[in-house]
């Protein structure tokens, strides 16, 4: 089989567009997964507060009804 410089090349070329596409999509992804994982962290550590602030406003509510009584 007999391919031409120009025919090689331009397959090269390609292969290397492909290939570098390839590899910052994927170095994308991995940056935006840290991202996502630090977010979910945050989001829960967030979450945590609110529990715990609604426990404390609760709390806090059921001792104002008492004295109210």
Request: no cysteine.
């Amino acid at each position: 089989m007999k391919i031409d410089i120009k025919t090689a090349i331009s397959i090269g070329a390609l292969l290397f567009v492909i290939a570098g596409f390839y590899y910052t999509t994927i170095n994308d992804i991995g940056g935006l997964s840290l991202k996502v994982r630090g977010l979910q962290n945050e989001n829960h550590d967030i979450r945590k507060r609110l529990d715990s602030l609604d426990k404390k406003t609760h709390r806090l509510n059921k001792q104002l009804r008492e004295l109210k009584k």
